[in-house]
C-alpha cells in the first residue's frame, strides 16, 4: 500500500515538472514572439526608400492633379486603399507615393480588362459593322501595349529601394499613354461607340497613375 503511494507521489511530481517545463516553453514562445512582431514593426517603420517622399493620399492627389475631376478620381481610387496602422494602434495616413502609384496602377489594369470584356460581348453580338468592327481590334492592340508598362508599374508596390528607377517609371507610364491614346486614334470615326468613352475613361486612370509617377521623379516631400 506504501508503495502504492509512493509510486502515485512520483506520478504527480513528474506531472508537475512536465507542467512546469511546459509553462516555461510557452513562456519563451510568448516572448519570442513578441520580440519578432517588435522587430517587423522597427522594420516597417523604417521602410522608407531614399528619395521616395511619403505623404497622405489627399495630398498626393492635391499635388498632381490640376482638376476637380482628376483629383475626384485620385481621391476615389487611393481613399480605400490608403492608412495603416503606425505600430502603436494609431491610424498612420502617409503612405509612401510608389505605393499610389502601385494602386492606380492596379485600378487602370482593372479597367483595361473590364474594356477588353466589353468589347469581346460586342464582338459576338454580330451587329458590328465591319470597319466598326476593324477599328475596334486595333484599338485593342493599343491596350495590349498599355498594359504591357502599366503592369511593370503596378509591380512597384514589390519593388526594392535599390529597383526604384524613376527614369523607369517615366517610360512606363509614357508607355501606357502611348497605348491609350493609340486606341483612340482608331476610334476617332466611331464616337457612338461605347468603347469610344470607355478609352476616355481609362485613359483618365492611366493618366492618374502617371501623374503620380511625377511625385517619385520629382519628390517634393522627404
Known sequence: MLDHREEET??????????STMAKVIGSLAAILVLVAGLCLVAGA???CPGVPSMTAEKACKAVCGTAHM??????????????????????RRGPVTYYV??????????????AAAKRKMEYSGAL??????????????????SRFMSRLANVLTTSCDD?????????????????????RKLFAFPASPLYYRNLADRNK?????????????????
Open 46 to 48: 523604417g521602410d522608407r
Open 164 to 184: 526604384i528607377d524613376a527614369a523607369q517609371l517615366t517610360q512606363d507610364y509614357k508607355g501606357s499613354l502611348r497605348g491609350m491614346d493609340a486606341c483612340r
Open 71 to 92: 483629383r475626384s478620381l485620385c481621391l476615389r481610387t487611393l481613399l480605400p486603399r490608403a492608412g495603416g496602422d503606425d505600430g502603436h494602434g494609431r491610424r498612420d
Open 206 to 222: 492611366t493618366l492618374l497613375a502617371a501623374l503620380l509617377c511625377t511625385l517619385v521623379s520629382n519628390p517634393s516631400e522627404t
Open 129 to 146: 459593322p465591319e470597319d466598326e468592327r476593324t477599328a475596334h481590334e486595333r484599338c485593342m492592340a493599343g491596350y495590349n501595349l498599355a
Open 10 to 19: 512520483r506520478e504527480t511530481h513528474a506531472q508537475l515538472r512536465i507542467k
Open 102 to 115: 502601385g494602386v492606380a496602377a492596379h485600378s487602370a489594369l482593372d479597367a483595361y480588362a473590364a474594356t
